[in-house]
């Protein structure tokens, strides 16, 4: 199978963890399946809000930055989003990358591997509503890594041996996701 899977980092952040869980997440993709996960960091992706002036539906895009990303997006065979949860939902930059596209995300799977102090069910829960709103397919396995205190407040972690526990069901809910991929 020659299809890109897109990991795409949900916190922009300056202190954050994202990088190093979704590049985990990424790696354990590419050796359980040997499919090729990128890494998509919002940081490196300049999306103004609602700067385009028809919607997103109508997939008629004036502004070079939402034509790259739609380009982006719809090179995209599935998604994974990793994302911290904040405050009992995802950040505000995961959403506007979800709302600067439409029809590009359409029947494709997605993956939701979520983080925070709490697992990150709450932010998940509300990622499935707006997938089913863009008609995605949602692999049914939502892993949730939950942060210590220590973790969220120190300067680093090893998901090798912070979440070793939990490595099985990423490689799970990848090889699902592949699987979601293939039998399109």
Not at 46 to 65: C, F, K, N, R, V
Not at 92 to 114: G, S
Request: one cysteine or more; proline letters at 6%.
């Amino acid at each position: 199978m020659t299809a890109t899977i897109l990991v795409i980092m949900g916190s922009v952040r300056a202190k954050r963890h994202n990088p190093v869980l979704a590049g985990w997440v990424a790696a354990i993709g590419h050796e359980t399946t040997g499919v090729a996960f990128e890494l998509v960091d919002l940081a490196d992706w300049s999306l103004p809000m609602d700067d385009e002036p028809a919607i997103p539906a109508t997939g008629g895009y004036l502004q070079p930055h939402t034509q790259a990303w739609s380009a982006k997006i719809a090179s995209a065979a599935g998604f994974v989003f990793v994302t911290p949860q904040y405050n009992w939902g995802y950040p505000a930059a995961l959403k506007n990358a979800i709302d600067h596209c439409y029809r590009e995300w359409r029947d494709k799977p997605l993956l939701i591997v979520t983080y925070g102090g709490h697992g990150g069910g709450k932010c998940a829960a509300q990622l499935v509503q707006i997938a089913e709103a863009l008609k995605m397919r949602v692999v049914p396995a939502m892993p949730a890594l939950t942060l210590s205190r220590a973790m969220i407040a120190g300067d680093a972690i090893s998901p090798d041996i912070d979440f070793a526990e939990q490595r099985s069901e990423i490689e799970g809910a990848c090889a699902a996701l592949v699987a979601m991929v293939a039998a399109d």
